[in-house]
Structure formats: structure tokens, C-alpha cells
């Protein structure tokens, strides 16, 4: 059996996750959801071998005890812890589904925590007495996958005005009176007639440059962010204790010779 634990800070990131496991049919009810107002779990005291708290439940592999102390001081602070139990063939999809999701990175949170005053607690020593039996501790080592967003750097879009000289040539018309003598010598009939005033007015025009201006939209820029998922495979090495058990028989005893 394999037990992964992820950390979330959201309630909601932590029941989506549990939701959807149970929709792929993975864990069943094989899994729990912890809080700090989950049963058994104190938030003025951490867990021991006294005081499991929630940890090891239905047959599940408990992390070692500093990385306990770390999740449920992670609980004291609001966080939401998703254990998850399944068998050997299902371990792969389990943690590449945990691996893909909100989960909190455990390196980058023991750091924070750290930083803001945390010392994980260390067992007091038991004092020895005559009776005591010798206990050796079987550890093992669970490999925790969180996440975290970085930055991988900004687009600026920017749009500005440029100006741009431009011609353009236009033909314009234009209206002259030309006054122009002629010698005529023309015997006339009616002279009284001729010596009447007269004014002519003639009107003079010309075309000129008329200049204005119209904005078209000729292009649009539609900018958006594309998401996209892809899977990472995480390789690292885990540690267990491995216990062997040797029989040692007594050396025989040599007595000198008489």
C-alpha cells in the first residue's frame, strides 16, 4: 500500500481533489480530509506515539514524525491536509493526479514556517532502567509533491501614435477675365444707340485646397493568455530502515591442560 499526503491552503482546492479521485473510482473512501477541527487533532500539542492523532488510519504508512509536526503545524495555520491510500498498481496515477493540482509546496512551506518562528518539537529522551527493552526505530521515508507558481517573465503591449508625412496632388481650376482691344472701323447706322452707358460685370473664380481628415480601423490586436497542463515526472531516492536479525552462538571455552 502507498500513502501520498498533499498540503492546500483553500478548502475548496483540497475538496476538488477529493472529488475528483472519487469520480475516477481510484480511492473510493480510502481517503480523509484533515483540518485543525478534524477529530483527534490538537491544535496545543503535537502528535507522538502516545497521541498518533489522525495519522496511520485505516492501514495507511504515517510520514515520519518532524514532517507530521510540519503538516499539523501547517493545519494550525489554516491549511488542509488530503491523505490518500491505495494499492502498488494505482501509486503512479495517484501521484501524477496529486502532482497536478494546487497542492503547497512542502520545501518552500517548512521554509516560511521556519522563518516566521516555527522549531519543530523534540522528543524528550526516555530514561534508561533496568528493565527497559531496547527499541529500534523502523523509519521510512514518503516522497511529498507539492507546487508552487513562479514568474516566467511579462508581454507588455503597448500601442502609441507616429506621425507620418504624407502628399497627396490635387487638380484646382481657375476663372481669369481677359480684357482685350480691337481695332474695328464698322460704318454703324444707329449711332444714339451706341452711346448708351453700359457696365459688365464678369465674376472671376478659382478652387482651392480643402484639407480634412477620417479615421478608419484597418487592424485589431486581440490579446489573451493560452493555459495549457503538462506532466512532470519526479525521480528522487527514499530512505527505510532495514532490520536484520543474527544469530550469534557462544565461542566455546578452552580450560588448560593439568
Partial sequence: MHTFTALYDKQADAEAMQARLEELGIIDLDHDL?????????RHAYSDESNPAFWGKKGGVAPPKQDRHIY?????????LLTV???DAEAPRVHQILEGSNAVDMVDRERELRASGFVPPVAAPVA?????DEVIPVVEEQLVVGK?????GNVRVRAYTVETPVQESVSLREERVDVERRAVNTQVADIDSLFQERALVLTETSEEVVVG????????????KEAGQRVETVSDTVRHTEVEVDEISPKPTTRPQV
Fill in 72 to 80: 499539523e503545524e501547517a493545519l494550525r495555520r489554516g491549511g488542509y
Fill in 213 to 224: 481628415k477620417e479615421a478608419r480601423i484597418v487592424e485589431e490586436l486581440s490579446v489573451h
Fill in 128 to 132: 534508561a532502567t533496568a528493565a527497559a
Fill in 34 to 42: 484533515h483540518s485543525q477541527s478534524s477529530n483527534g487533532f490538537d
Fill in 148 to 152: 508552487r507558481q513562479v514568474d516566467r
Fill in 85 to 87: 491510500n491505495c494499492d
